[in-house]
């Protein structure tokens, strides 16, 4: 693990007007990388020893942490993040917490893969977040319970030491370890709150798993698709094409800024691995006024080489999903969409089968990653 931008002691009490304005922040490296913990791949925390002033649920909300002043219950002010009663000793003679004391969540990934960096957001914890965490990762199979997860003989590899961290502030830590995990274990010391917990890194997919589908998604984020490039990012991610399920929202897609030249946006992906493309799949959802015109998509196999035009430029519908079956399986192991002259399409599916190649290069990678 090596530390980035990381903060240490407390923000300033909130004084009114923006609680963000005092946000401390950085640009991490990583962040650019898949969120594994994302609920939307089906991330869930799935067990925290204690969450008694605010759900452990909430560390995995994709939104920013909302701060409101007057929001309070019964057992105190709630806060949109995960926060924890305070730790007491022993004793009267020992009224302070011991040095071991701490409170933890476990965290399934939503797509398991190799962690990159990983943020640690106590944003508006102000003066009650916690004094250190640690986070710890493991591999298993299947759908562990969480007594499965704490069974003694599960041995599990630390991402990041016992570490300081600062209130109202994204700490982030970049990861140094070269395998598959499935769960990790957030632990702070002694006490306290965390508002968002943020995975970076890259899906490594089951091999056995797509090899019994046959046919899927070739470029899903969980399947191990991802997003090289894009034109522009300027109202919402070019990931967010390749999330599951259909978009919910304008925003849960990908938008672009209005151009005033004569270019055209684009998003270039890379496959899970080499595949052979049968159908395409183009969706504009609740896209209606802004979404792209047309729209074309070509693939090449290999890092180089000439780009072949698999669907030529295309009239698109507002607010529709686009199917089409290509006339022969398309070879490759990158594909770029192209849309004219902007806007924005919601999702991107790429139906096809892995070539025995490619199957090969997967299996080849599952193994290395440990898994």
Same mark, same amino acid.
């Given at each position: 693990?090596?530390?980035?931008?990381?903060?240490?002691? #407390?923000?300033?009490?909130?004084?009114?007007?923006?609680?963000?304005?005092?946000?401390?922040?950085?640009?991490?490296?990583? $962040?650019?990388?898949?969120?594994?913990?994302? &609920?939307?791949?089906?991330?869930?925390?799935?067990?925290?020893?204690?969450?008694?002033?605010?759900?452990?649920?909430?560390?995995?909300?994709?939104?920013?942490?909302?701060?409101?002043?007057?929001?309070?219950?019964?057992? *105190?002010?709630?806060? #949109?993040?995960?926060? @924890?009663?305070?730790?007491?000793? !022993?004793?009267?003679?020992?009224?302070?917490?011991?040095?071991?004391?701490?409170?933890?969540?476990?965290?399934?990934?939503?797509?398991?893969?190799?962690?990159?960096?990983?943020? %640690?957001?106590?944003?508006?914890? &102000?003066?009650?977040?916690?004094?250190?965490?640690?986070?710890?990762?493991?591999?298993?199979?299947?759908?562990? /319970?969480?007594?499965?997860?704490?069974?003694?003989?599960?041995?599990?590899?630390?991402?990041?030491?016992? @570490?300081?961290?600062?209130?109202?502030?994204?700490?982030?830590?970049?990861? #140094?370890?070269?395998?598959?995990?499935?769960?990790?274990?957030?632990?702070?010391? =002694?006490?306290? *709150?965390?508002?968002?917990?943020? !995975?970076?890194?890259?899906?490594?997919?089951?091999?056995?798993?797509? $090899?019994?589908?046959?046919?899927?998604?070739?470029?899903?984020?969980?399947?191990?698709?991802?997003?090289?490039?894009?034109?522009?990012?300027?109202?919402?991610?070019?990931?967010? $094409?390749?999330?599951?399920?259909?978009?919910?929202?304008?925003?849960?897609?990908?938008?672009? &800024?209005?151009?005033?030249?004569?270019?055209?946006?684009?998003?270039?992906?890379?496959?899970?691995?080499?595949?052979?493309?049968?159908?395409?799949?183009?969706?504009?959802?609740?896209?209606?006024?802004?979404?792209?015109?047309?729209?074309?998509?070509?693939?090449?196999?290999?890092? /180089?080489?000439?780009?072949?035009?698999?669907?030529?430029?295309?009239?698109?519908? =507002?607010?529709?999903?686009?199917?089409? !079956?290509?006339?022969?399986? %398309?070879?490759?192991?990158? !594909?770029?969409?192209?849309?004219?002259?902007?806007?924005?399409?919601?999702?991107?599916?790429?139906?096809?089968?892995?070539?025995?190649?490619?199957?090969?290069?997967?299996?080849?990678?599952?193994?290395?990653?440990?898994?």
């Amino acid at each position: 693990m090596t530390a980035t931008a990381h903060f240490t002691g #407390d923000a300033n009490p909130y004084g009114g007007g923006d609680p963000y304005a005092d946000y401390r922040t950085a640009d991490f490296p990583f $962040t650019h990388l898949v969120d594994l913990a994302d &609920r939307r791949l089906g991330a869930g925390v799935i067990a925290a020893n204690d969450e008694f002033f605010a759900e452990r649920e909430n560390l995995l909300k994709p939104e920013p942490a909302h701060f409101d002043p007057e929001h309070f219950g019964h057992k *105190g002010k709630i806060m #949109d993040g995960w926060e @924890t009663r305070r730790r007491r000793g !022993v004793s009267a003679a020992q009224p302070h917490p011991v040095d071991e004391d701490h409170d933890w969540a476990l965290v399934r990934l939503g797509a398991p893969g190799v962690v990159r960096g990983i943020v %640690v957001d106590t944003a508006h914890f &102000r003066g009650n977040y916690p004094q250190a965490v640690s986070v710890e990762a493991v591999s298993l199979p299947g759908s562990p /319970s969480p007594e499965e997860l704490g069974a003694p003989e599960v041995k599990w590899t630390t991402l990041v030491p016992r @570490t300081a961290i600062g209130g109202h502030a994204a700490n982030g830590f970049a990861v #140094d370890e070269g395998r598959r995990f499935t769960h990790l274990r957030v632990s702070q010391h =002694p006490d306290g *709150g965390i508002a968002r917990l943020r !995975v970076y890194g890259e899906v490594a997919p089951d091999p056995a798993w797509l $090899t019994a589908l046959g046919t899927f998604d070739l470029v899903a984020l969980e399947n191990g698709g991802r997003v090289e490039d894009a034109s522009d990012r300027f109202y919402s991610p070019a990931t967010n $094409t390749i999330q599951p399920g259909r978009s919910r929202k304008m925003d849960d897609g990908w938008e672009t &800024r209005r151009r005033r030249d004569k270019g055209n946006d684009w998003i270039r992906y890379r496959l899970v691995q080499q595949a052979d493309i049968r159908a395409v799949e183009i969706d504009t959802a609740y896209l209606k006024g802004n979404s792209a015109g047309w729209a074309s998509l070509s693939a090449r196999d290999g890092e /180089s080489g000439d780009w072949t035009e698999v669907l030529p430029r295309t009239r698109l519908q =507002p607010d529709t999903n686009h199917r089409f !079956v290509l006339p022969g399986a %398309v070879r490759a192991e990158q !594909v770029r969409i192209d849309i004219f002259p902007d806007g924005g399409i919601s999702r991107l599916r790429l139906f096809g089968s892995l070539t025995e190649r490619g199957a090969g290069r997967l299996a080849a990678r599952h193994a290395g990653l440990g898994g």
